[in-house]
């Protein structure tokens, strides 16, 4: 049987940058890519759907060895509009000291993985792509080693293993199994349909005069579901992503005071698919534009035909269980987020701690590492998803005119929450108290002692 030091499952940027430095260090580090075809990119990937963009203290939390390459940028953002039904405001800056000179960047996610496995390859790690992972059996009598089955039935075997396939956690679900307490299993945390949200999007031309390379756009409370939103993101001009995300098997019976959401209608009779709230926001914010003739897809980009769906983590994140010599990165850890539209940021870094401890026989730091690096980070979004939990399109309108009036007082303190008045400080205690909630390891969903080791 094939042996190696550490077997990475996924290829994206957290599988990717954990097989860079795990190389790096002098590992023989294998990653294992089911592979998916797209429309843009010559050879098998990793399921790259492109994410709303990169700000800047983002560069500074994936903590890069390398200057992020010019070639993989698209266009330099100045800020985000976020509009609700009736209100709206823009960020020109995220409040949190960076590095980085602008606002941030949109760029091509397929490129940006290709160049994190050219790295990789380069540091002397293995990809094999178009093959995929179909079951992994841990044994810890002399200590923890891995023996990882492929399609095809060939096996390898591993001292360290990086789990790294994504939020559809096509693996990482039944290869922790083996560590939770009888009649347990880790469904119970990462459960598809209720750890994640989908996503949908189209790349389109749009009319030149309506084209803004600078800005991303989300619009909020215009469709049901916690966390749910469309948006256009910028890419190159004058192509712009169009598309939403929200929670997966939402029941229309269940969406209170329909009639206030701007994108549904009075005769659905289900939760409209992606395309259609796609449509219906061309149409409501461009009314005097045709949709077909004025926003064509451009067939030759993402997945299929310009177009393309997938998972978003919409979880609180889990440790993992070192003992066992296992750690698990990005989005299968449940670091990303649905609520900012993506994680690359952190997979980036939680990979590349994984490979470096993996390679050095000291993943036993891994969940201390990872907690040290982006907890902050992670904590904040949890903070936040949790405290619009419920909210109504007139919350939304509140929302932003209280944030409005605090980002012209110049800060986001207690003093610019006053400004706003009783809605302002409200807003702002509310968030304090969730985040608070939230101290020390309380963000997690499962920690290293709850499995059974």
Do not use: C
């Amino acid at each position: 049987m094939e042996r190696v030091d550490v077997a990475i499952v996924g290829g994206g940027p957290a599988g990717s940058s954990a097989a860079w430095e795990a190389a790096k260090a002098g590992a023989d580090a294998v990653v294992i890519e089911k592979g998916v075809p797209r429309d843009d990119r010559d050879r098998l990937g990793p399921d790259s759907t492109d994410a709303a963009g990169m700000l800047d203290y983002w560069v500074d939390l994936m903590d890069l060895p390398v200057e992020f390459p010019e070639s993989v940028k698209l266009a330099r953002l100045d800020g985000t509009e976020f509009i609700g039904p009736n209100e709206s405001t823009t960020l020109h800056s995220t409040g949190i000291e960076s590095d980085y000179p602008d606002f941030g960047f949109a760029f091509h996610r397929a490129k940006f993985d290709d160049w994190l496995r050219d790295h990789a390859e380069d540091a002397g790690a293995e990809y094999r792509v178009g093959t995929s992972v179909t079951d992994v059996a841990t044994s810890l009598k002399h200590g923890p080693s891995h023996t990882l089955t492929l399609a095809g039935g060939d096996q390898m075997e591993a001292d360290a293993l990086i789990l790294a396939d994504g939020p559809q956690r096509t693996i990482t679900t039944d290869t922790l199994d083996q560590f939770m307490p009888d009649g347990h299993s880790v469904t119970e945390y990462l459960a598809s349909n209720q750890a994640n949200h989908i996503a949908y999007q189209e790349h389109r031309r749009m009319p030149e005069e309506l084209f803004d390379p600078h800005y991303l756009k989300f619009w909020w409370g215009v469709m049901p579901g916690h966390t749910a939103y469309p948006w256009i993101f910028p890419n190159d001009a004058p192509v712009a992503r169009i598309g939403l995300t929200m929670p997966i098997g939402m029941d229309i019976d269940d969406v209170r005071n329909r009639d206030d959401y701007a994108l549904l209608r009075p005769d659905d009779e289900q939760i409209p698919p992606g395309r259609v709230y796609v449509r219906r926001l061309l149409e409501r914010e461009f009314p005097e534009y045709d949709v077909d003739e004025d926003f064509p897809l451009v067939e030759d980009r993402g997945k299929r035909g310009g177009t393309e769906a997938y998972p978003i983590s919409s979880t609180r994140p889990i440790e993992s269980p070192t003992k066992a010599g296992i750690a698990v990165v990005g989005g299968a850890m449940g670091a990303t987020s649905a609520f900012h539209e993506g994680g690359d940021h952190v997979a980036v870094r939680t990979g590349r701690i994984a490979g470096k401890l993996a390679a050095t026989d000291s993943l036993e730091r891994y969940n201390d590492e990872w907690h040290r690096a982006v907890g902050g980070e992670v904590r904040r979004n949890v903070a936040l998803a949790e405290t619009v939990r419920g909210y109504q399109p007139a919350d939304w309108d509140e929302t932003f005119r209280v944030a409005d009036t605090m980002l012209n007082h110049g800060s986001y303190d207690f003093g610019s929450a006053l400004s706003a008045g009783v809605a302002g400080v409200s807003h702002y205690l509310k968030y304090k108290r969730t985040k608070f909630g939230f101290r020390g390891d309380r963000y997690l969903q499962l920690r290293e002692d709850d499995y059974a080791l």
